[in-house]
């Protein structure tokens, strides 16, 4: 049994513990430093600097700079055209500084050579893009600098930057909903680092050829990373998490590291999907910690699915390592449905009963050491008939069993969706995952359709990992009404599991946007779900990704304007069109369905509506003055006609009807905004009108809502 390693190495105590203690950033300035200024009037200091705008709103350079700029005028832009800011001088501290600003948009220049090359200190809502950041490092021992620091900075994006040979390629400190995604990094110290920071997103970067940590979150909780490549940080770990809690660890690539991915104190997180594997655990000089793949140190109730721990390789500076997975005063962990594969140990654990099987026939986990029999099924495996699940469990030490080992690698192929009802016009993501664990490539075919209508097809060529697939689905040009997604992969090269290849993503709504329990209207209740919603990010607890209409990865204002520019419409969802329904011929809205109408007065031709529809029809006023409307039965055109003020008095040719609203008889003396009329052009009950009209009274009548 592995007992807690304890590391030789001082110096990667130092570096890390410089880190580790309270993640000390230096915000330092030195003595005489310069910079460029972007006055908060809008102006430049001093006016010579190469930096042109025509309106005080973009700014472009114009040339290299051999110094820093300083930002203190909000909702700008600045546009490096392809420049360089260079600190070949030591004139200045910090390539771009931002302090106290918000809406800030910085791209397109190169940032070279300064003690942090970014910095955002107390700013918000800024975007970083295309930039490159190289050589930020100081000029003293072991304290490190930064490409990117954000720090108390908020609802930012950071994307696809490039992060070359820095101290910490990103640092986040004290920072909340921020989105860093689709950045590439090489030879930075630490890759991405978090300190006391909560509900950031770090998805698809792509960090390689370090030397601590790929990936480092500390006392940082209800983060989401998914999708990101840490490999090649030889002195410590791929992903590291230490104090933090609730977060999410998704389809992450975190091989060929001193160790794979390492939780320290750090609770209730999980880990679905991950690629841990290759550990080595010895740096180029000699030293570096433990060859495990999956590493937990006092950290429990933690979830670990479908990864993939694979070929831990023995150290030769730890004799007793090379461990796929090490588990040290960590209990209450579930751990199923996982890949095993090729480690010197399979798992070692120390004073840490967890549970390995989510029960028959679930199943466990794949051991590539197992060497039971499947010829036995049932929950008890005694009934004649192999199910793939071993007759026989699979022993970790005396508190810890697999009861119901999987003989063969468990394949987390998936496909889901991202929402469950989208907005008209807008677009949601769909998930396909697939994992293949063979040395050979493996080539297949996935085809998407929303109901029968083809929304992709692609090919794919992979090997030995999990391969992660995201598609888009555009709704421009679908009806309102429901669609059920499904995905078939097919034509799968070498592949011996040879079951169902077709999956279900679930059933989606496309309706008004606005609208986020799809019962096609944007009502009070769609303004409380996105109120409830408000603020939040993938993985935080109040997390509504239907509430998110335009798709940015958080409830924001932008999508409570969407919502306000809908409120109040009805949609005429194609495929729920059963009962009496009216429709505005102008944007295809449902006016009045079965549940607005309390009551038909055949001779009257008045309906009786609720007090919601009235106020809905009130404050749509603008549907007035000739807007055409269409009565249909179950699906069935009955008539047209025009919707208008009860004041108008022309009167349109048969068989066309007016609808007036607020109902009223001539001579108008009276209103009734609790009703509609139907109004016929002989002023009449509609004896004499055309034989629609029958339809009308038997539905109405089949429906008990009749009255004479």
Not at 12 to 31: E, M, N, P, W
Not at 125 to 141: D, E, H, M
Not at 524 to 546: R, V
Not at 601 to 617: F, K
Request: aromatic residues 12%; negative net charge; proline residues 4%.
């Amino acid at each position: 049994m592995l007992r807690k390693t304890v590391f030789t190495s001082m110096a990667v105590l130092l570096v890390i513990s410089t880190f580790a203690v309270a993640l000390k950033i230096q915000t330092v300035k030195a003595d005489g430093s310069t910079y460029i200024t972007i006055n908060a009037d809008g102006s430049i200091s001093p006016p010579t600097a190469p930096i042109s705008t025509l309106d005080n709103v973009t700014y472009v350079l114009v040339d290299n700079l051999n110094e820093g700029i300083t930002v203190q005028r909000s909702n700008i832009v600045i546009d490096g055209s392809g420049h360089t800011l260079d600190d070949a001088l030591n004139a200045s501290a910090y390539g771009f500084y931002l302090s106290d600003v918000d809406n800030v948009t910085i791209k397109n220049a190169t940032v070279t050579d300064f003690v942090d090359g970014i910095y955002f200190d107390g700013s918000s809502g800024n975007t970083l893009s295309s930039i490159v950041i190289a050589n930020s490092y100081p000029a003293w021992i072991l304290e490190f600098t930064q490409g990117i620091l954000l720090v108390n900075s908020n609802d930012s994006q950071i994307v696809n930057n490039n992060i070359v040979n820095n101290g910490r390629g990103v640092c986040l400190q004290s920072c909340f909903g921020n989105n860093v995604s689709s950045n590439n990094g090489t030879t930075n110290d630490v890759g991405i680092a978090l300190c006391n920071s909560s509900n950031n997103i770090l998805s698809n970067n792509h960090f390689e050829d370090g030397l601590a940590v790929g990936g480092f979150l500390y006392f940082s909780n209800n983060n989401t990373l998914s999708g990101n490549y840490f490999s090649r940080y030889p002195l410590e770990s791929g992903l590291e998490l230490s104090s933090s809690d609730d977060n999410n660890l998704i389809g992450n690539d975190v091989t060929g590291n001193g160790r794979g991915i390492y939780l320290e104190n750090s609770d209730n997180n999980t880990l679905i999907a991950n690629n841990a594997a290759y550990s080595h655990g010895i740096s180029p000089g000699g030293q570096g910690p433990p060859a495990i793949n999956l590493q937990l140190e006092s950290s429990s109730n933690n979830t670990i699915l479908e990864n993939t721990i694979a070929y831990a390789n023995r150290s030769i500076y730890y004799f007793y390592v090379g461990e796929g997975m090490d588990i040290h005063s960590s209990s209450n962990n579930t751990i199923y449905h996982n890949n095993f594969i090729g480690n010197v140990y399979q798992v070692g654990s120390d004073n840490s009963p967890n549970t390995w099987d989510n029960g028959y026939p679930s199943g466990g986990n794949y051991w590539s050491d197992y060497n039971g029999t499947d010829i036995k099924s049932g929950q008890c495996q005694n009934v004649t008939g192999s199910d793939g699940i071993g007759d026989t469990s699979y022993s970790i030490d005396a508190s810890n069993t697999d009861h119901y080992p999987l003989m063969n690698l468990y394949s987390p192929t998936s496909f889901h969706v991202a929402k469950t009802v989208v907005g008209q016009g807008f677009s949601m993501s769909m998930y396909f995952a697939e994992a293949s664990y063979d040395d050979y490539p493996e080539t297949f075919n996935v085809t998407v359709y929303a109901n029968s209508t083809l929304l992709a097809s692609e090919n794919f060529t992979f090997t030995n990992g999990n391969t992660n697939v995201t598609f888009t689905w555009n709704t421009t040009g679908f009806a309102y009404g429901n669609y059920n997604l499904t995905a078939c992969a097919w034509s799968v090269a070498n592949e011996t599991n040879t079951g169902n290849h077709n999956f279900t993503g679930g059933l989606v709504t496309v309706s008004i946007p606005g609208d986020f329990d799809g019962d096609f209207k944007v009502s009070p209740q769609d303004l409380a779900l996105l109120t409830n919603a408000y603020g939040s990010t993938l993985g935080t607890p109040n997390w509504n990704p239907n509430a998110d209409t335009n798709g940015d990865g958080k409830v924001s204002l932008a999508d409570l304007v969407i919502l306000a520019q809908h409120y109040g419409q009805h949609a005429n969802a194609e495929n729920s069109e059963a009962g009496f329904r009216i429709y505005s011929l102008q944007n295809n809205t449902l006016l009045i369905s079965d549940a607005d109408i309390l009551s038909y007065n055949w001779t009257s031709q008045e309906m009786a509506i609720t007090p919601e529809a009235s106020e809905r029809l009130t404050e749509i006023g603008d549907l007035y003055g000739w807007t055409g409307f269409v009565i249909k039965i179950d699906g069935e055109e009955i008539y047209r006609g025009i919707l208008r003020e009860y004041t108008m008095s022309a009167i349109p040719a048969l068989p066309r009807i007016s609808i007036l609203f607020p109902s009223a008889f001539f001579p108008f003396e009276s209103v009734n905004y609790g009703a509609i009329r139907m109004f016929f052009p002989s002023f009449q009950p509609p004896s004499d009108q055309p034989v629609n009209n029958a339809k009308i009274l038997q539905y109405f009548e089949k429906t008990n809502k009749l009255e004479y």
